[in-house]
């Protein structure tokens, strides 16, 4: 092999890589950042996580990539291990589809059409389609398909210097010997694990491997080990995406590794022994790009089967190997907040959803606790809600540094729409945390001083927490759901809560004037209205940031100001809230 041919089989590897790295990410970018949620959020169940790991691979390229996502996922408390077991199958199967991809750059044929329809003219037609997209379209959506007919061009380029670079290795006698000692498995494994590890791409060495079988010196009792050996190699740009990561995170990496292992070491008991008894007449089959692919895709089908019935034992062989250091001394917020998805607003942005969720709820056990605290008190029931509110602060103090960190990021208008609703809900739920807090100090003071309540303030308290109580499961759960139907209820449910208060300020002034009740206990109700009236108010300005947010804008005291002007619809639907909360 001449130095000449030594320079373009490294040219065409380098093109080969660049072209896939290209293509990869235009198709990413074409989707509009939206593969990364919809990996997260449909991977409920084993089969569409196979599904939905076969699918994201397939368009990005990589398995690595979708990996390393399921690793961060896993890292940050979005996706369980289990769960990442079955997505990391997926990605090792769909990881094979770029191998019948790339056997287009061996389709040639004779005579003109078949000149004309040529591997050779196709990848001119792409390259030159790829760069008038992305030169001369304004489109960034168009300028991303450019990207991608432009990787595919130099992909094809690639494989085809490379080909021709090791065309003539077929007739040199130390390649084909070395090529058959690779019938050893353990060599032939070892080799190719080692040969992908450098690379950091399965599908870059399969691609490799299919230009090498153009020489025809590469059998299948050959070709067999050294895709085996791929599958293991492929695993070591997950694990150093593992560096840093919690212990779960670190399982997750070692998810790959393991069914890797496994599958390897499943699928070549079950052909070796099978061979040892049935001697496969095909062993000495000289193999070409397209077997290649097909013997690819054949194992890791191979190998999805025999490890998806095992999560179980994946879990807890991953488990084994990365133990829990010690349990927690006290009981912290479960929540982790992925700095590595800051580069991928989509995937931050998720998970940002998700912590904002859990803390919504544990807002809503804090208030749903103090009011209870109300009818009857209960000491652990007071500083669990006293613990809920600390908790709560933790999460606004994290959530609202990342937030701002990811508004440093290169954002679309739709996703800095989303950093703002955040940023405004963030601190309104916190809010309401700390009125939880003052609610349930009103009520521990009421049982320390030995205060109760007359039956008429009780009716009172009781008819406008349970509005309170509508008003902030309503306006939690538009946001949850983004859901601008019933975030349109909660604007006219917190005007009738204001008016209902209003009323019960007045009563209990009508009642002091009658010499019932004493200022001690008038200061206290009085602070009691006043929280709940506050959260009443946060919660509309939750609702308010759905509504308005969803086209782009947060101007709520403009917005508030057109429903208080004659609305119908709020009109009525005020009226509907003021019958349902009478004190009457």
């Known amino acids: 092999m001449s130095i000449l041919e030594v320079i373009t089989l490294l040219a065409g590897v380098a093109m080969f890589l660049f072209g896939m790295s290209l293509m990869g990410d235009g198709l990413t970018k074409v989707s509009g950042s939206k593969l990364e949620p919809i990996l997260f959020r449909l991977s409920g169940t084993p089969l569409r996580a196979l599904l939905l790991g076969t699918g994201v691979t397939a368009v990005i390229q990589s398995s690595a990539a979708t990996s390393v996502m399921a690793v961060g996922f896993v890292n940050s408390g979005m996706m369980s291990v289990r769960q990442s077991v079955y997505v990391i199958l997926g990605a090792i199967l769909g990881t094979s589809i770029t191998g019948w991809v790339l056997c287009l750059s061996y389709i040639e044929g004779t005579g003109a059409l078949s000149s004309i329809l040529s591997t050779t003219t196709l990848t001119a037609v792409v390259a030159v389609a790829g760069i008038i997209l992305h030169k001369y379209c ?15 061009a130099i992909l094809m380029l690639g494989m085809h210097s490379m080909s021709g670079a090791v065309r003539g290795l077929g007739e040199q006698p130390w390649f084909i010997g070395m090529m058959t000692s690779m019938k050893n498995p353990l060599l032939g494994i070892l080799v190719g694990a080692l040969f992908t590890g450098v690379l950091q791409s399965a599908s870059a060495a399969v691609g490799i491997l299919q230009a090498l079988s153009v020489t025809g010196a590469l059998r299948f009792e050959a070709m067999l080990p050294l895709l085996m050996g791929v599958n293991i190699g492929a695993s070591l740009p997950v694990m150093l995406s593992a560096i840093g990561a919690n212990v779960r995170g670190r399982r997750a990496a070692w998810v790959y590794l393991v069914e890797s292992v496994l599958g390897v070491l499943g699928g070549a008991a079950l052909f070796y022994v099978a061979n040892a008894i049935f001697r496969f007449p095909f062993l000495s089959t000289v193999m070409n790009p397209f077997s290649t692919a097909g013997l690819n895709s054949l194992f890791r089908l191979v190998n999805l089967l025999l490890i998806a019935p095992l999560a179980d034992v994946v879990e807890t062989v991953v488990n084994r190997i990365v133990p829990e250091k010690e349990a927690p001394v006290e009981k912290k917020p479960e929540l982790q907040l992925e ?13 940002c959803r998700v912590v904002m969720k859990e803390m919504a709820g544990y807002t809503q056990q804090a ?20 613990r809920l509110e600390e908790l709560v602060d933790v999460y606004e103090d994290r959530l609202g540094t990342y937030l701002l960190q990811l508004n440093g990021q290169k954002l679309n208008p739709r ?42 303030t009780s009716h009172e308290l009781s008819v406008l927490t349970r509005a309170i109580r509508d008003i902030l499961k309503l306006a939690s759960d538009a946001f949850e759901k983004e859901d601008l139907s019933m975030a349109s209820y909660v604007e006219p449910l917190e005007e009738s809560i204001d008016v209902l208060c209003d009323e019960i300020r007045m009563r209990q002034v009508a009642r002091l004037g009658h010499g019932q009740g004493n200022i001690l206990q008038n200061f206290i109700f009085n602070d009691l209205i006043t929280n709940l009236e506050r959260i009443s108010d946060h919660c509309s300005n939750i609702a308010l940031a759905v509504l308005r947010l969803e086209d782009g804008e947060f101007d709520t005291h403009d917005y508030q100001e057109k429903l208080l002007a004659g609305d119908e619809t709020f009109e009525q639907r005020f009226l509907e809230y003021r019958r349902k909360y009478s004190l009457v």
């Open 415 to 456: 996703q800095s729409s989303e950093v703002a609703k955040f940023l405004h809900t963030l601190s309104d739920f916190e809010r309401i945390s700390d009125h939880a807090r003052n609610l349930a100090e009103s009520s521990n003071e009421l049982h320390e001083k030995q205060l109760v309540l007359s039956p008429a």
């Open 339 to 351: 700095e590595r998805f800051l580069i991928h607003p989509p995937l931050a942005l998720e998970q």
């Open 138 to 152: 304004k489109s960034t959506q168009k300028k991303h398909v450019g990207d991608i007919l432009m990787g595919f």
């Open 367 to 386: 208030v749903g606790l103090a009011i209870s605290q109300l009818s009857a008190y209960d000491e652990e029931r007071y500083h669990e809600v006293l």
